[in-house]
């Protein structure tokens, strides 16, 4: 089934629990290519991207296996191939994170550009320029990245643009490069911490996490170890959401409340009610609610991935409010499908202007990538009707469960 109905109108209520990250257990995947033996991850959830990283993972000559209970287990036995497939990478961006472990194993790697979401041309230059840094050869032609190098040399790599792929692609290679490397205007988001995790606790030596600037010392080797991945929090902040926007009492257990102080800073602007608990996060929705200002910005800015999550509930707010999206050129497509339901929002260039309205109607919808699916879902949690939400495989890509999730809650989803 390819499309989910959504009826509106009923406050959401209980407790649901995060589950593993998405951003995180991919590059955690790809990092396996690094640690010779067995690793096991704990915490990852089921999802159709993560099958195809493991789908890529087996096809590079390693074991891998996604066992019950979000456990995937992976045999490393140093015989990795060069060549990633053209089918598996070109469907989904994050793929392109097997490109430096293959690199730094091997000396050669040759991984097609990537696909993924439609939401920007998003290029790859900045991993390419620090893998040129660290000495590779680089190649392009009939739709594959050639890296090759004879031996890795260390670097001081600076990014134009602090991005989440490029500081994980480039950690992962560098921490088997001889020598001292620096990744500068690195990421700070929470995912990067969990890949230096589990970088270290497998023998590398990397410090300066969640500062702009890592430092790498290489070592020669790196071994299996046990990780649990961190939870979700798009997922959890899309829960919290989903509580707000009904007018429920949600309580969402099992997330980092550090994580997710861009979108609580939020929530509180538009004054809905939040009990923040070490590991829990509690929202109460109500009838009347203000709107907010929100520019997007790499961590710990106001996350992209929640943007559309967040113009659903605005497109239901007192007054107008204004979203700037920075990161990605392309990530208002869910605008056009929130106004067929009745909302009332203006593009112009990268700002939404949004003037609240008093409700929105049910209608047919179209999810066109992952987060503007979930913000389909959230007005049709609101709106009056039932409101079938078409194009399910991009939600599938990036939220485990989340129709039975809302269903626990209370919510009227079905197919
Ligand atoms: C990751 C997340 C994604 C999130 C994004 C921004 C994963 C699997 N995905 O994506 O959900 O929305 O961070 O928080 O973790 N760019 C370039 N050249 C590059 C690399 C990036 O121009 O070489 C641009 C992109 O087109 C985009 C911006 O930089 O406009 C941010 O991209 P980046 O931080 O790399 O995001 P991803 O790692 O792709």
Redesign the pocket.
Known sequence: MDHLKVKGGIPLHGTVSASGSK?SA?PLLASTILLDGETVLYNVPNLSDISVMIKILNSLGMRVEACPDNQVRIWNEKKIRHIAPYDLVTSM??SFFVAGPILAKTGFAKVPLPGGCLI????????LKGFADLGAEIKLQNGFVELRARKLKAARIYLD?P????TENLMMAASLVEGVSYIENA?L?P?IDDLADILIKAGAKISGVGTRCIKIEGVPELKGVSHHVIPDRVEAGTLLIAGAITGGDVTVTNLNVDHLEPLIRKLKDCQFGLTIKENTIRVIGKKEFCGATIETLPFPGF???LQAQMMAILSVAKGTSIVKET???NRFMHAYELNRMGADIKIDGNHAFITGVEKLSAAPVKITDLRAGAALILAGLRAEGITVVHGLKHLRRGYQGLPEKLGHLGASVFV
Do not use: K, M, Q, Y
């Open positions: 951003n991919l961006r994050a920007g041309s998003r290029p790859i230059d900045i991993h643009f991005s989440v792929g490029a990421a988001e995912e996350p992209t991935d990161i990605f050129e």
